[in-house]
């Protein structure tokens, strides 16, 4: 049986609140992407897509949405398994030869750079992350989803299969009017110290991660 997908239009009642700027090549050490640059038009918050092959509407895509985390994702931390999810889900786009990640500039779960270095040494002295950003005045989570799901949309995908253990970026997704056909749990391996990180993560947050 084929899929049947609710027909979508940019000219639909629902206003666009995000636009594409720019784009070029970006060959990695994964593979050859697009790298395509989005500007909030509600906000001063910008977004970058990595695009890989040609992106068909009708065709179940995988894609991930990945918050910012510098310290995972540019410094490796071990603190958290970000940086290793985002590696996982570009080698997952690259075997597959199709795929998108919208990359959210969100730091720290939405509190920024500085203080999320706060947060850490919060749990340095035995907070869980939750605890660590509570403590800080701040929500567990501030992040939101919903222009990157638009994102998703504007990249022409109806059909996803998403790479995320994170419950709210599932249904941001599906609210947006993208259909979630499976998803897709990324392996990456584990570290001791950030098995308490996913514990809390699982236990506190409801993500779907497995826990040994």
């Given at each position: 049986m084929g899929l049947r997908l609710i027909p979508f239009s940019n000219t639909n009642t629902a206003q666009k609140t995000v636009v594409r700027v720019a784009e070029a090549r970006l060959p990695t050490e994964t593979g050859e992407f697009r790298i395509i640059g989005f500007r909030s038009l509600t906000s001063a918050e910008e977004f970058v897509a990595l695009v890989r092959g040609e992106l068909r509407p009708n065709r179940p895509t995988l894609v991930r949405i990945h918050s910012q985390c510098m310290t995972g994702d540019v410094f490796g931390s071990l603190k958290c398994d970000c940086g290793r999810q985002l590696e996982a889900a570009m080698k997952l786009i690259e075997q597959e030869g199709h795929g998108a990640i919208v990359y959210q500039q969100q730091e720290g779960r939405g509190i920024g750079i500085i203080n999320k270095i706060r947060a850490?040494?919060?749990?340095?002295?035995?907070?869980?992350?939750?605890?660590?950003?509570?403590?800080?005045?701040?929500?567990?989570?501030?992040?939101?989803?919903?222009?990157?799901?638009?994102?998703?949309?504007?990249?022409?995908?109806?059909?996803?299969?998403?790479?995320?253990?994170?419950?709210?970026?599932?249904?941001?997704?599906?609210?947006?009017?993208?259909h979630v056909i499976e998803r897709v749990p990324l392996a990456v391996e584990t570290h001791e110290f950030f098995a308490g990180y996913l514990k809390t993560k699982k236990e506190k947050m409801g993500h779907l991660v497995s826990v040994a």
């Open positions: 850490y040494a919060l749990q340095d002295e035995g907070a869980d992350t939750i605890e660590a950003n509570e403590r800080l005045g701040f929500a567990a989570d501030m992040r939101s989803y919903e222009q990157c799901a638009e994102i998703l949309l504007e990249l022409g995908l109806r059909a996803v299969r998403v790479m995320s253990d994170n419950p709210a970026k599932i249904r941001a997704i599906r609210h947006a009017g993208l």
